[in-house]
């Protein structure tokens, strides 16, 4: 690795250069050898176009025009070989539609899938013309995904993000309005019950109207209010509490956080709803500012809406409470209520120091939603110090995520922004902040790479890793971090096999990594940092780039090179110097410190892990030398054994219940109160010496608060006979003989 | 969203200024005016040991009763009630339900009121599951109107509509009940086995849907030895047990040896076991959980404000309407 420097590879790129003009040039436009099969993306099916699909609440928000295709396909066309030609037709469309919306072709997908069928009867002959016609009609009727449709381009992170915060904000909405309207309805019903109990609504105006025009003549109005006005009750609410919901009424109906969506009429008209969706963050933090009077407002009239509806607001108790409430009071939940600020954010566009805002603004928990659009990782190429940055893009926001410890991070780029939606509605749909990072694809340095290509090679190549930090999934970084979304997550680079055919047209398969110099490669800015070769200057020293950097070639002065095509699709090995090299060591280096925190070779553990591997094994050392010196270890058949003993059988338990009955003497009267069914026979004998408990069930009260007789004719009238009359208590009292022989049967 | 909305400073106020009700704070003003002896004295006292110890507010539950000696219940609590038609106890509740499903409804019904002039309407309630707890009285006679057959009078019952004695099986209010789709929970207690008669009703709440308890309740009035036989040998009840449904105290499980174990999600045994004819199934029969409430099913995606229903209207209206040419604009609705 020492033998790379700058001294003495420079010469050697020189010596390899090569002269002729033409043949430089068609080097230039290069890409990475990977590359080479995605040279027309209009032809192939992959993600993009992506349709931005307006439901409210459904799971599939943004779907590709691939899924609608296939979808399409599915559902109308006959499998097998029947529906051959349509099939076609229907791909034939989707090929059409994605080249339209390539060459600049915006809208929704029914305006462009007309356009496309316009297209495709036009190169169709007549001949065909009939089926085709009848195929596109049916296509046309069961397409049911409509919606703005989007290319990778680099307006899509802020145009996808924008679309699913208008998705979650439609859905907060709707529960919003039906807690609000709910809350409107009840109060209003209270207000309603109360005027229908005043003398008001008994005058005979109103019952007149009540009444209404057919039989309005029939009754005497005036009579009919006077006998309903003498006859009413006086229990109407209190002005203080008329006053009180008809304020938080008018609070509940004149918010500006949601429009009022279909039932205008449930509130005060002409309140134009508030925007939430900012470009810088400044604006947005002033809104929030600017609006924390109102959001405190709406959550206490919220609260004694609630109190009041349950009839549960004490004007001592309450009052007090609602005087000094502030925002201080406003919690988590009750800041999830309200929408969340959205800024859209654009890396070398927005100011420097908005970057910075938006950073602290996260920090502070504001709930805000920002985007972090980044066109450009790698930067200027300058050979001059400070470049630390190079090869190190994505190290910024990884360490922020570590810093704002509640924040929701996520960070992809746009190629996988499809693949990751539901990552994306749940940033926005957490409850505190979360900052967005995506990578664009669109560098302007880079020439002959389509967008999307470039950001999925940014994500391969290292360059601009997806990571999600989500602290609402649990309490420890195992739980809250994920870098899964990455290709092959466990290794340093993604390996991947290239095959192509050489010079005597024989297959030739190799493997090899993608790393971050492939990926540097495609930018023209850094052309003087390497110059790819054709076959005759390969040398024996060269070493590909990714081994190199896993462990630094065989040969005592390595030339590193990656494999790229030229224009014409021939292979190249293009040599790097090593500042290449340097950056991707960067890279790598970056990429590691995610892979520790996402669990992939943690450091800290596998130290642990190595320390109980060697105190297992010296305990394993000394068990062993404890056998050789002939001591007795138990087997495991003994320990068998052991286990197999049956345990000690537990005592078997008492049966407390009738223990007491054995307690009791026969001589006391008692009753089974358990078994009582409160049919008021007893009590109706002696509501003295019959009572009921707390679970109105008879149990003998007091046995000397009435006579035996009185007790004998209870324990006979009991429906479940459960009284037990004993024996008298008072040796005088008349006919006891007879009477004890009627207790008999009870006792 | 994922999150119901809370407002827990509300729930926390509120939990602050809970009072305690006690078994006295649900007995209204009214002593109740059952005979002496009445099992509809120990269905009350179950009811309200049920709201105490579920501390449910009084100003948030509801009995709704049709006619007979069984539907004077409302009046012995201190609760909202609605003592309704003959047999029409369940179109009332079903009605309170959809507009405040917050509340806790309850339906006390009898045999006469239910299975006879409420036929139609209890069959539907079954198969529109909404979340009620419904209690059959069946002491198998018009006790109020003083002793006619009802349909689940046995057989050869004399009475004053049936001198020479009822022609017809009595109706099983079990299997009917068993038998209609939707069907979500089945039980059937005895009055005179209140543990159990609590415990029965106690499940029958806290089942989210119909909740259907036939109460055998004693009428010493009309029908005085009726029931003496189950109620004086316990083994010809049969106790339907399982961890899943009904659990015994110790007492109860000696006193009623007659048991069978029944999981509660076989309505197959569920109907077997409704169907014995010599002996007296008690406990929960039936349940399913899964089965959705029809209030439920057609909750509407915001409440239907007097605002909601003109807007709706206004759209209905405008579409047959003829705009003169100087009509405002019409933007459309969202």
């Known amino acids: ?747 | 969203m994922g999150r119901p909305m809370h407002a827990p400073r509300t729930e926390c106020l509120l939990n602050l200024i809970d009072q305690e009700y006690a078994i006295r704070d649900y007995q209204s003003d009214i002593p109740p005016r059952w005979c002496t002896g009445c099992g509809d004295n120990g269905i009350l006292t179950a009811v309200q040991r049920l709201c105490r110890d579920e501390q449910l507010p009084p100003e948030k539950t509801v009995f709704v009763s049709g006619i007979g000696c069984s539907s004077r219940l409302p009046h012995y609590m201190n609760a909202y009630g609605f003592h309704g038609l003959h047999g029409r106890a369940f179109p009332v509740a079903e009605g309170i339900k959809m507009r405040r499903p917050d509340l806790h409804v309850f339906v006390t019904t009898g045999d006469g009121d239910c299975c006879s002039i409420g036929a139609a309407h209890w069959i539907h309630a079954i198969r529109y599951n909404m979340n009620m707890t419904v209690l059959m009285h069946d002491n198998q006679i018009y006790g109020l109107t003083k002793k006619q057959a009802s349909p689940t009078s046995p057989r050869g019952l004399k009475s004053n509509t049936t001198p020479r004695g009822t022609y017809l099986d009595p109706l099983n209010p079990l299997t009917v009940t068993l038998g209609v789709p939707n069907v979500s929970f089945v039980a059937q207690a005895a009055d005179w086995i209140p543990e159990v008669l609590y415990d029965i009703i106690s499940q029958a709440y806290r089942h989210k849907g119909f909740s259907f308890v036939r109460v055998l309740q004693r009428c010493p009035e009309f029908m005085p030895h009726r029931f003496d036989a189950w109620v004086q040998d316990p083994s010809l009840t049969r106790l339907v047990v399982h961890q899943k449904g009904l659990t015994l105290s110790a007492d109860t499980s000696r006193t009623y040896r007659n048991q069978e174990i029944h999981d509660p999600g076989d309505i197959d045994r569920a109907r077997e076991i409704a169907s014995l004819t010599e002996e007296v199934p008690v406990g929960i029969l039936y349940r399913n959980p899964e089965v959705p409430c029809y209030e439920d099913l057609r909750e509407g995606e915001r409440p239907n404000t007097p605002g909601l229903i003109r807007t709706v209207l206004d759209e209905e209206f405008d579409k047959f309407t003829i705009w003169p040419d100087d009509a405002p604009d019409r933007a459309p609705a969202e």
């Not at chain 1, 304020?247 to 449930?266: D, E, I």
């Not at chain 1, 409470?321 to 954010?345: G, H, I, N």
């Not at chain 1, 338990?653 to 001589?667: G, I, K, L």
Request: proline share 6%.
């Open chain 1, 1 to 747: 690795m020492d033998g790379i420097s700058l001294e003495l590879t420079s010469p050697r790129l020189l010596e390899l250069d090569p002269e002729d003009a033409g043949e430089k040039a068609k080097m230039q436009a290069q890409r990475p050898a990977l590359f080479a099969g995605y040279r027309d993306l209009r032809r192939l099916r992959y993600d993009y176009p992506l349709v931005l699909v307006e439901t409210d609440g459904g799971s599939a928000r943004v779907q590709s025009l691939t899924g609608v295709v296939d979808d399409l396909i599915r559902r109308i066309v006959p499998p097998g070989p029947q529906g051959k030609a349509f099939r076609w037709q229907l791909l034939h469309m989707e090929e059409t539609v994605r080249g339209l919306v390539a060459d600049g072709a915006g809208g929704r997908l029914s305006q462009l899938w007309r356009k496309a069928e316009a297209q495709l009867l036009e190169a169709n002959g007549k001949d065909a013309r009939d089926d085709l016609v009848r195929n596109l009609d049916l296509a046309r009727e069961t397409l049911e995904t409509d919606g703005e449709v989007i290319d990778c381009d680099d307006k899509t992170p802020a145009r996808f993000l924008v679309h699913a915060w208008n998705t979650i904000h439609a859905s907060k909405a709707k529960a919003f309005r039906k807690r609000v309207d709910g809350l409107i309805l009840k109060l209003s019903d209270i207000l309603k019950a109360d005027f229908v109990k005043s003398n008001k609504a008994r005058s005979p105006e109103i019952l007149k109207s009540a009444v209404g025009d057919t039989f309005n003549t029939d009754f005497d109005f005036a009579a009919m209010s006077r006998v309903l006005v003498e006859g009413s009750h006086s229990d109407m609410l209190s002005a203080e509490r008329r006053q009180r919901i008809e304020a938080v009424l008018m609070v509940l109906q004149s918010q500006r956080f949601y429009g009022p969506g279909r039932a205008s009429g449930s509130w005060v008209e002409e309140v134009e709803p508030y925007s939430f969706i900012f470009d810088n963050c400044a604006a947005a933090m002033d809104a929030f500012r600017d609006r924390l009077p109102q959001m405190v407002d709406f959550i206490e009239a919220l609260s004694i809406a609630e109190l009041e509806i349950e009839n549960k607001y004490r004007p001592d108790l309450h009052d007090p409470f609602f005087q000094r409430f502030d925002e201080s009071e406003l919690t988590a939940e009750d800041l999830a209520l309200f929408p969340s600020y959205l800024v859209c954010l654009r890396d070398g566009e927005s100011d420097a120091a908005e970057t910075v805002r938006a950073l602290e603004a996260i920090a502070s928990g504001f709930p805000v939603k920002v985007l972090i659009q980044t066109d450009d990782i790698v930067g200027d190429s300058s050979p001059e110090p400070p470049r630390t940055s190079f090869g190190g893009g994505s190290a910024r926001l990884a360490a922020m995520a570590l810093g704002a410890n509640h924040a929701y991070v996520f960070q992809t780029a746009s190629a996988s922004l499809f693949r990751l939606q539901e990552r994306v509605l749940k940033g926005l749909m957490y409850d505190g902040p979360a900052l967005f990072s995506i990578y664009s694809g669109v560098t302007r340095t880079v020439s002959g790479v389509p967008p999307y290509l470039l950001a999925a090679a940014a994500t391969e190549s290292r360059a601009f890793p997806s990571f999600t930090y989500d602290p609402a999934a649990g309490p420890d970084w195992a739980s809250r971090f994920d870098i899964r979304d990455n290709p092959q997550p466990e290794a340093a680079w993604p390996v991947h096999t290239l095959s192509y055919e050489d010079a005597e047209l024989q297959r030739i398969s190799h493997t090899g990594a993608i790393t971050h110099v492939d990926f540097v490669v495609c930018d023209s800015r850094y052309e003087r940092h390497w110059v790819p070769t054709s076959r005759s200057k390969w040398l024996d020293t060269m070493v590909p780039a990714d081994e190199l950097l896993s462990n630094g070639g065989n040969c005592a002065e390595p030339v590193p090179y990656v494999w790229t095509v030229d224009a014409d699709g021939c292979l190249r090995r293009t040599v790097v110097d090593d500042r290449l090299i340097e950056g991707a060591r960067r890279c790598a280096e970056t990429w590691r410190t995610l892979q520790e925190l996402g669990g992939i070779n943690n450091s800290h553990a596998r130290r642990q892990l190595d320390a109980a591997r060697e105190s297992w094994e010296q305990e394993r050392e000394r068990e062993r030398e404890a056998l050789g010196a002939g001591a007795a270890a138990p087997q495991p058949a003994d320990v068998l054994a052991v286990a197999a003993q049956p345990k000690p059988k537990s005592e078997p338990e008492p049966e407390p219940a009738v223990a007491e009955e054995d307690a009791r003497s026969p001589d006391e009267p008692y009753i089974e109160t358990a078994r009582c069914t409160t049919c008021n026979e007893c009590t109706q004998i002696n509501n003295k010496m019959f009572v009921y408990n707390d679970n109105k069930q008879a149990y003998i009260a007091d046995p000397d608060a009435g006579s035996y007789r009185q007790m004998v004719e209870a324990a006979e009238s009991c429906q479940v006979s459960i009284i037990h009359p004993g024996k008298p208590r008072n040796p005088d009292e008349p006919n006891l003989a007879e009477l004890i022989e009627r207790a008999e049967p009870f006792n």
